[in-house]
T-cell receptor, first 113, second 113 residues
Framework: QKEVEQDPGPLSVPEGAIVSLNCTYS??????FMWYRQYSRKGPELLMY????GNKEDGRFTAQVDKSSKYISLFIRDSQPSDSATYLC?????????????FGIGTKLQVIP | DGGITQSPKYLFRKEGQNVTLSCEQN?????MYWYRQDPGQGLRLIYY???????QKGDIAEGYSVSREKKESFPLTVTSAQKNPTAFYLC????????????FGPGTRLTVT
């Protein structure tokens, strides 16, 4: 079993839809949770990071963490064709003074105009 | 503007040749990383460095080498011993302390024939 599980998709939604992207994890030592957006043939771009269970909002994006269920989500409201990309979840743990980051495989999202 | 640069964007080499990928950052980050990204496999850590003149192997270090002579620079050499070198290579950096969020460069696509 992988430490971080993420459905690779692809996920296709119509423009304006609410998108829900999810990851589950098995390692209780994960402390910080991040979401990256990666356009084709580009480097990942950090979207959001959060520490505690609960919600964190930034514009059209909301990151949600449920540590009791080991489940994190990213919601995108009013999705736009420009949101079409691969979304990677990432989680970090302290490993000998170093924040070790484990990435999900990424979910490919397509927003159809 | 602060950021991470990788060069070149595309690189072609013949089998049996060593090749060095460049990574430079001006974010004043202490830690730097090299990842390899293959379709369906997500990001895999090759090497990382927390401080100058020190680096550690990641999950797939065989066939690769690095150096960290300057804080700003972390070049990766793909040697002829790497059995399947064709991939998308990503460099990242982060603060030494903190949440572990990493910032990525634009990537180098290496094709070996």
């Amino acid at each position: 079993q992988k430490e971080v599980e993420q459905d690779p998709g692809p996920l296709s939604v119509p423009e304006g839809a609410i998108v829900s992207l999810n990851c589950t994890y098995s390692n209780s030592a994960f402390q910080y949770f991040m979401w990256y957006r990666q356009y084709s043939r580009k480097g990942p771009e950090l979207l959001m990071y959060t520490y505690s269970s609960g919600n964190k909002e930034d514009g059209r994006f909301t990151a949600q963490v449920d540590k009791s269920s080991k489940y994190i989500s990213l919601f995108i409201r009013d999705s736009q064709p420009s949101d079409s990309a691969t979304y990677l979840c990432a989680m970090s743990e302290n490993s000998g003074g170093y924040q070790k980051v484990t990435f999900g495989i990424g979910t490919k999202l397509q927003v159809i105009p | 503007d602060g950021g991470i640069t990788q060069s070149p964007k595309y690189l072609f080499r013949k089998e049996g040749q060593n090749v060095t990928l460049s990574c430079e950052q001006n974010l004043n980050h202490d830690a730097m990383y090299w990842y390899r990204q293959d379709p369906g496999q997500g990001l895999r850590l090759i090497y990382y460095s927390q401080i100058v003149n020190d680096f550690q192997k990641g999950d797939i270090a065989e066939g690769y080498s690095v150096s960290r002579e300057k804080k700003e620079s972390f070049p990766l050499t793909v040697t002829s011993a790497q059995k399947n070198p064709t991939a998308f290579y990503l460099c990242a950096s982060s603060k030494q302390t903190g949440t572990g969020e990493q910032y990525f460069g634009p990537g180098t696509r290496l094709t070996v024939t």
